[in-house]
Nanobody
Framework: QVQLVESGGGLVQPGGSLRLSCAAS????????MGWYRQAPGKQRELVAQ???????NYADSVKGRFTISRDSAKNTVYLQMNNVSPEDTAVYYC??????????????WGQGTQVTVSS
């Protein structure tokens, strides 16, 4: 069993910063790509940023230059540094990971989500 637990969400003012964390735990042999998605009310879930095990990153155009994804492979943790946020960034943010379990089966896992609200 693999679990992803996000933390760091909350209320932030426009132009402010927030850092999200997501820790993976359980029967993990190896983790490949980790990423962050978000879902705003009435909208589909969308990719925010991804990072491969080799450190290659990919960002949605809407967050390029403002958000930075990073990971600590030793801790099975991925981070999302959010700078210069705007009300359009308000959403539930979900962590996602491709995990090879100790059973040697690959699986795609989601966290429970953390709310980010940008408002003055």
């Amino acid at each position: 069993q693999v679990q992803l637990v996000e933390s760091g969400g909350g209320l932030v003012q426009p132009g402010g910063s927030l850092r999200l964390s997501c820790a993976a735990s359980g029967s993990i042999f190896r983790i490949n790509t980790m990423g962050w998605y978000r879902q705003a009310p009435g909208k589909q879930r969308e990719l925010v940023a991804q990072i491969t095990s080799g450190g290659i990153t990919n960002y949605a155009d809407s967050v390029k230059g403002r958000f930075t994804i990073s990971r600590d492979s030793a801790k099975n943790t991925v981070y999302l540094q959010m700078n210069n946020v705007s009300p359009e960034d308000t959403a539930v943010y979900y962590c996602n990971a491709d995990v090879l379990a100790t059973t040697l089966r690959w699986g795609n896992y989601w966290g429970q989500g953390t709310q980010v609200t940008v408002s003055s």
